[in-house]
């Protein structure tokens, strides 16, 4: 790639240069930009011209554009697995102390807290859905017992029909909408869909 000037101008405070003082275009000429580029150039664009029409101070714009440049760089592949994965959809830790735990999580962070059972607790996180399952136990523990991780276009036979073919021989186990495998040092990670 090599950075040419624009002759689109995007306003007087720019004296008519693209984003940066320049816009991406490939070597070799008018080469179309392709649909990451094209997104990555409109949200400059349009930070840019809310910094003109004064939207934005000098402060907003500088932080708007790290977090534009902080992101994935242009035409960068995501790395291709066998599930699409959107986040950390839960994290659940076994506990001795199930009230104090509560209180805990409760004071400290403000969590909503749901009882599906006498020995569990979900502890919801913010309004994405996000939560923290908390079991109860007697006797020596494992502090995580799981992570569950969301991912897009799930279906339960689907996920087990995929396991098996992406890593042969790995256990894989239906529980509900959900399957559950186990990682390379026992640590079980749950593969729920991702909420919509």
């Known amino acids: 790639m090599e950075f040419r000037e624009s002759a689109a101008p995007l306003g007087p405070g720019l004296n ?44 907003q714009l ?3 554009l790290l977090v534009v440049a902080a992101s994935p760089a242009l035409g960068q592949d995501r790395p291709a697995g066998a599930f699409r994965a959107t986040g950390i959809d839960h994290v659940q830790i076994t506990v001795t ?17 749901t009882s599906p059972n006498p020995t569990q607790l979900s502890l919801g996180l913010g309004s994405a859905g996000n939560s923290i399952s ?13 992570f569950g991780i969301a991912v897009e276009d799930f279906s339960t036979e689907a996920a087990l029909a995929t396991v098996k073919r992406v890593v042969p021989g790995m256990k894989a ?24």
């Open 16 to 59: 008519g240069m693209g984003a940066f003082g320049a816009r991406i275009r490939r070597s070799g000429g008018a080469h179309p930009l392709d649909r990451e580029e094209a997104h990555m150039q409109h949200t400059l664009d349009a930070l840019i011209r809310q910094f003109e029409r004064g939207r934005l101070t000098r402060r």
């Open 62 to 64: 500088v932080q708007a």
């Open 97 to 113: 102390d199930l009230k104090a735990t509560q209180q805990f999580y409760e004071k400290l962070f403000g969590v909503t807290t």
């Open 134 to 146: 908390v079991h109860s136990e007697s006797g020596p523990i494992k502090p995580i017992d799981h």
């Open 173 to 196: 186990e239906k529980n509900g909408t959900s399957v559950f495998v186990i990682g390379p040092d026992g640590v079980r990670v749950q593969i729920v869909p991702a909420r919509k």
